[in-house]
């Protein structure tokens, strides 16, 4: 069940723990010496070699303070350097007083901090060690791995924010074999689990296979990561053709792509849909990789594009289910961050509201921006198709994919059956950080 995970996995950057991680599961004290320098220009400190301690792997050749820049500088044992402003460091003291360590959280209230800060002396006790000693004679101290880790430079930020939240992404089209692993696995072990929510990350979907064939396995799995989202649906909802049915997804007819929810101002993130049963004939699912369909959309139509980043549609949903609900919300077909990268889609056609809060004059110009994306997702290069079986699940990024699911026709008494549930990114990610920890053993 490890193949089709480790298939998708083995392109992601060698930089990351995780990565070599997934690639391993899938293979089953000195004194200082001041140098002498003009007054005023800069202080240095710096040690002779030594052994590093077991577990620490960055050492420090020297420091010295930048009083005219009001920074503090290092020069590591590899050549590199790194610079640090001092308010930063008196901010980040990590000493019982300034720090709550029980908590991993700060105790310095911003009030107490002076953001015009000088330094008194800036001294290396250790090859591993920084002491800052401030005007009021305060003491900091910090370790060399925990500065080079926080160093300001591009590369070692973006390096700390792609292990932090795992933004590298693998798009595809209707090429994509969908990564597949098994239900118990990712359920009982670690490593299985890990590589799940890491492919659900890079690539947006992830079929599990052999859940048992009855209610309450999105739950179980759902605890897993840590605990369901609650909606107006419900912990979890069962997706049937009802009648007078109060949501689309309840009827048996076909469902364009969509996402789910966008009537909410922070639609889930995660999605869970577990087979029961399936039709006597139809009901075939349908994804497709929005993020992709919207960076092609930027390159063929970019006015189009433009016009779904920039105008909020409003969306609506009212009826009654886990309690009686009225929602609306206004978000833009395509969301982007300040770097403009695609971050969400949120488009459902059932659910965009007839009220639409635009100029007059912008009307036509966002129904063919809005056509013009449904058409690029809709082309046969664009989807994917797959057809659940009772015991499969199917694990997918809600705010990336767009899902559909074609008509279908279901027996006298013998309905087709999936049970659905949402979780959020925040607590997705909660769990791909603690078990990669405890993957590598680390507390």
Avoid at 326 to 337: G, L, P, Y
Avoid at 358 to 364: A, F, G, N, T
Wanted: aromatic share 10%; hydrophobic share 35%; glycine share 6%.
């Amino acid at each position: 069940m490890w193949t089709g995970l480790a298939r998708c996995l083995s392109r992601v950057k060698p930089g990351l723990h995780g990565l070599r991680l997934l690639q391993k599961a899938t293979r089953a004290g000195h004194l200082p010496v001041q140098d002498p320098v003009a007054p005023g220009v800069s202080r240095w400190h710096q040690t002779a070699a030594a052994p590093l301690p077991e577990g620490v792997n960055s050492r420090i050749r020297r420091v010295r303070a930048l009083d005219g820049e009001r920074l503090v500088s290092v020069q590591w044992e590899d050549g590199s350097s790194s610079l640090y402003p001092f308010v930063w460091l008196r901010d980040n003291c990590q000493c019982p007083h300034c720090f709550l360590r029980s908590a991993r959280a700060r105790s310095l209230l911003l009030t107490e901090l002076d953001v015009d800060t000088g330094v008194d002396r800036v001294l290396l006790t250790e090859p591993t060690k920084v002491s800052v000693i401030w005007p009021d004679q305060h003491i900091s101290e910090f370790d060399a791995d925990w500065l080079k880790k926080r160093c300001f430079s591009p590369s070692a930020r973006q390096k700390q924010q792609m292990e932090l939240f795992l933004n590298d992404r693998h798009y595809w089209g209707s090429e994509l074999q969908i990564p597949t692993a098994s239900f118990e696995e990712v359920l009982t072990d670690d490593k299985a689990a890990y590589a799940w929510l890491a492919a659900l990350r890079r690539v947006g979907i992830v079929y599990l296979k052999g859940a048992p064939v009855e209610q309450g396995q999105v739950a179980r799995l759902s605890e897993r990561i840590g605990y369901l989202r609650l909606t107006f649906y419900g912990h979890t909802w069962q997706v049937q053709d009802k009648a007078d049915a109060n949501n689309v997804a309840y009827t048996s007819g076909k469902l364009s792509l969509h996402t789910d929810y966008p009537a909410l101002h922070y639609p889930p993130g995660v999605q869970f849909l577990h087979c029961i049963r399936q039709a006597q004939a139809g009901g075939e699912s349908e994804v497709v990789d929005g993020f992709h369909a919207a960076n092609r959309l930027r390159a063929e139509n970019p006015e189009a594009f433009r016009i779904l980043t920039s105008l909020r549609v409003d969306f609506t949903d009212t009826g009654a289910d886990y309690c009686d609900f009225s929602v609306q919300s206004k978000n833009r077909i395509i969301d982007v961050d300040c770097d403009g990268q695609v971050v969400r889609i949120n488009y459902n056609n059932a659910t965009r509201d007839s009220v639409l809060d635009v100029p007059l004059d912008q009307v036509q110009p966002f129904y063919s921006a809005l056509k013009a994306f449904v058409e690029l997702m809709c082309r046969p290069e664009s989807t994917v198709t797959y057809h659940m079986k009772p015991g499969d699940v199917v694990t997918f990024d809600n705010w990336r994919l767009l899902h559909g699911r074609r008509s279908y026709v279901s027996g006298p008494g013998d309905k087709r059956h999936l049970e659905g549930a949402y979780l959020d990114w925040d607590e997705v990610m909660s769990r791909l950080r603690i078990l990669e920890r405890a993957i590598r053993g680390e507390s």
